[in-house]
């Protein structure tokens, strides 16, 4: 029996050996059949293993060898992990013929590294269904979470190819890798083949398919997908009052918290009436809301709305503030608004240079009333009436605007701070600002309360007997007035935070805590 293996070994060898020198790719490789290993071979086996795993690579090397030549799947697996380990190229390639073969042999882990050969393209062509496939074999006796986690990668590979095929205009391969992953949940494909679909770059027939894929990532929780699927149903003139209504309510849920495109939408309805009840509370919430993440005509509307005193208190600070934020994002109509600020002094100091050259921006960008309030060698004296003029016409509202003199009270506020060698911080930590800088920026906190007094925070934590910790308590100096700010909690899903903030208040009218990202509030607190 023994001659016989021996036969048997110095055939394969040479076979291998020929084989060795000639493959190029995988698919070149003969896969010989496998076999159980007798007991002396397993006594082998064992010390080959020992000896690698104490380092003793010569000597496993060559107990290995023979016991993988002759079809043994573990030897095979262990010799190609051994030789995987040197830096020689042929050496690696060696390894990669072994594992080649221990896949088919049924080893798990290396169904895993073939897997990853066709992900990655070594010594093969990339293919990434060859590559699920092995995944898949590999899943029904292996690791579950190492199979997980070698999923993730693969699917993050095929969307950046798929984001590459996109790239480059070629849409169909695009829409079969994107297939494959939107077919296994998700989202992020989902959303993408539904916008291939949408753009029309898949045919003319492709707008049943696209709003299958927006409702599929909508169903999962896509804040995005609910957002198109909600603007498909609401721009539709021919929709039924149903659909109308269910639109809004997939608005609501993608706007709650979600895309800022959304939460403008969202509080433009509002504002308007349209669909919903006319609530400026709600419109104005949903504005701020989106003008915190940056969208630029929430915020050129929320300086509108606190110049005009519609839907809050006039705040000519807030107005200054939310039309910079728009200017510096290239808006014209907000260059104009901001250069009114500072010529006249609205919010801040008179600033003449400052307005001037914003109004040399506005103008340059297709202001034209930005031209009135400038001349060859600066601004011109424009009079009041003409300031009110300009603010009308500029502004979408219809209320009148009336300039006025800034508040006493607001100019010694004004005065100070300008007069101060070191202005105060924007935002100033009281308590918890270590434990919120500390938690992961994907998640979500509630915002539970927002007060003038310092008082207030203790005294709303004993009235609604929630227990002081994990809480972040902050100054936010950034408007007019310093207003104290509680976010309270940590949760990793919208879902939980929601029901967290349903159980924390049961009428939900006397207290409606605002769920908030952490990202979010850690970049506006940056300074703390």
Do not use: C
């Amino acid at each position: 029996m023994r001659t016989k293996l021996l036969f048997l070994f110095f055939i394969m060898e040479i076979s291998f050996s020929n084989q060795l020198l000639a493959w190029q790719r995988l698919e070149q490789l003969i896969v010989p059949p496998s076999r159980s290993m007798t007991m002396m071979e397993e006594d082998n086996f064992s010390q080959a293993v020992n000896a690698l795993v104490n380092g003793k690579s010569h000597l496993a090397g060559k107990a290995l060898a023979p016991l993988a030549a002759s079809g043994v799947v573990d030897a095979q697996m262990a010799l190609g992990t051994l030789l995987g380990q040197s830096e020689l190229e042929s050496e690696k390639k060696e390894a990669m013929k072994w594992v080649y073969y221990a896949a088919h042999g049924g080893n798990w882990r290396a169904q895993i590294n073939l897997a990853n050969a066709f992900r990655d393209g070594r010594y093969t062509d990339v293919n990434y269904e060859k590559s699920r496939k092995w995944l898949q074999r590999a899943a029904k006796h292996g690791d579950a979470n190492i199979i997980a986690e070698e999923g993730i990668i693969l699917n993050n590979a095929v969307m950046k190819f798929a984001d590459k095929a996109i790239e480059e205009s070629e849409f169909e391969k695009a829409e079969n890798l994107l297939l494959s992953l939107a077919e296994q949940g998700l989202i992020d494909a989902q959303e993408k083949l539904a916008k291939l679909y949408k753009n029309g770059f898949l045919g003319k027939d492709a707008e049943e398919r696209a709003k299958r894929w927006f409702k599929e990532a909508a169903d999962r929780g896509s804040k995005n997908a609910q957002f198109e699927l909600a603007m498909e149903y609401l721009n539709n003139r021919n929709a039924s009052k149903e659909l109308k209504d269910e639109g809004i309510k997939m608005l609501a849920r993608a706007a709650e918290p979600g895309p800022a495109e959304a939460q403008y939408q969202l509080g433009m309805r509002y504002l308007k009436g349209e669909i919903v009840n006319k609530d400026q509370k709600q419109g104005i919430f949903f504005y701020r809301m989106a003008a915190e993440q940056g969208h630029v005509e929430a915020q050129y509307s929320l300086g509108v709305r606190y110049v005009l005193g519609e839907g809050v208190s006039k705040d000519e600070y807030e107005a200054h503030r939310w039309f910079k934020n728009a200017a510096n994002q290239g808006l014209a109509k907000a260059m104009h608004n901001l250069a009114l600020t500072y010529l006249y002094g609205m919010g801040t100091d008179k600033k003449p240079q400052k307005a001037d050259q914003w109004f040399r921006s506005a103008a340059d960008n297709g202001v034209r009333k930005s031209e009135t309030f400038l001349k060859p060698t600066g601004l011109v004296n424009a009079s009041p009436q003409l300031v009110k003029t300009s603010f009308k016409k500029t502004l979408p509202e219809k209320t009148e605007v009336v300039v006025q003199k800034t508040k006493r009270k607001s100019q010694k506020k004004r005065e100070k701070i300008s007069k101060s060698k070191n202005p105060p911080v924007k935002f100033q930590t009281v308590k918890g600002g270590d434990w919120f800088l500390n938690l992961p920026n994907k998640g979500y906190t509630l915002q539970v309360l927002s007060a003038v007094k310092r008082g207030s925070v203790d005294r709303f934590f004993v009235e609604k007997k929630i227990k002081k910790k994990n809480y972040l308590h902050y100054i936010d100096r950034a408007s007019r007035r310093n207003l104290h700010v509680v976010q309270y909690g940590y949760y990793d899903t919208y879902a939980q935070a929601k029901k967290a903030a349903k159980k924390l208040s049961k009428n939900y009218k006397d207290l409606k805590p605002w769920v908030r990202d952490v990202k979010t509030i850690k970049n506006k607190i940056a300074n703390l």
